[in-house]
């Protein structure tokens, strides 16, 4: 009997050039090398892929999982202008255009909040490419609904953002058991910190997703996730926060469910940060969505 891949085995690193998009992105693959890729996930606002490699790892056991740095995040290189922004669109574009690049089909789109959104946005450009989607805390905002205001606490907060650190090590202990990473592990933060910060001439560190990227995605909110979800004919999984989810869904979550093909689960005692704080039911939905 073959050996199964060990599931906490460092991930591959992989940079798959998007000329079409300016430049390159930077992922993660986990799990067996040789069999086609099942799975590619979508990191949160101010997150990274390596965030998530402890939650990925387990779900990665027989099935293959790329998970990429999103455009203005980690280590990927494209452009990042902030005026004129289309909304999510350009993330979907980019998703849209990785899995061209990576020339895969009948794969499972999973992410976390804006990670989830831009998956649904490229299921809608590239159907042909999707199997299913596993959307964890999508930010659906209710119809008519807009992105934040420049002078909302979110936007200000995070434009005050620290993005300088000493050492990695001081940053982690500036993160952990504090803000939006209360409930996240050691491992977890310290996987944030290592994927999210770059280090500077000088021998400091700085964040990769710069306050002002992270700020102008919590702005920019002309894209449209209900259409997108109109337009898509594959099953759909989302799983929404107790507490203070992004999910604005519950109004329409009987039409959205009627047919079957669309299920939403709520999780009891869970926030925004719902992978970090059920990992297991992650992977439960990567598995399901793949039998």
């Known amino acids: 009997m073959a ?127 999707v199997r299913a989607l596993a959307l964890f805390e999508p930010v659906i905002l209710e119809p008519g609904a807009s992105g934040a205001s420049d002078h909302s606490e979110m936007v200000q907060m995070t434009l005050r953002r620290r993005a300088r650190f000493p050492s990695r090590e001081a940053a982690v202990a500036a993160y952990l058991g504090r803000g939006a990473m209360r409930t996240w592990t050691r491992d977890m933060v310290a996987d944030y910190v290592e994927g999210g910060l770059r280090p500077l001439p000088d021998g400091a560190f700085a964040l990769a997703c710069a306050p002002e990227w992270e700020a102008s995605n919590y702005r920019s909110m002309s894209h449209d996730p209900w259409a997108a979800i109109a337009r898509i004919g594959q099953p759909m999984r989302m799983l929404k926060a107790e507490r203070h989810s992004t999910a604005h869904i519950d109004d329409a979550k009987e039409r959205l469910t009627a047919d079957g093909r669309i299920s939403i689960e709520t999780v009891p005692k869970t926030s925004h940060f719902l992978p970090m704080e059920r990992p297991d039911l992650v992977v439960a939905t990567l598995a399901a969505l793949d039998a």
């Open 3 to 129: 050996k199964m891949p060990d599931p906490s085995a460092a991930p591959r690193r992989r940079r798959i050039d998007l000329p079409g998009r300016g430049g390159a992105v930077a992922a993660l693959e986990f799990g067996p090398q040789d069999r086609p890729i099942d799975v590619v996930f979508s990191h949160a606002n101010g997150f990274n892929a390596l965030t998530y490699r402890t939650i990925l790892g387990p779900a990665a056991e027989t099935r293959r999982i790329l998970a990429y740095d999103l455009r203005g995040h980690g280590s990927t290189e494209l452009p990042t202008v902030v005026e004129g922004r289309d909304g999510w669109n350009d993330l979907g574009e980019d998703l849209a255009a990785l899995l061209e690049a990576l020339n895969v089909h009948d794969v499972l789109l999973a992410g976390h909040s804006m990670g989830a959104t831009s998956s649904l946005l490229a299921a809608a450009q590239a159907p042909e490419r």
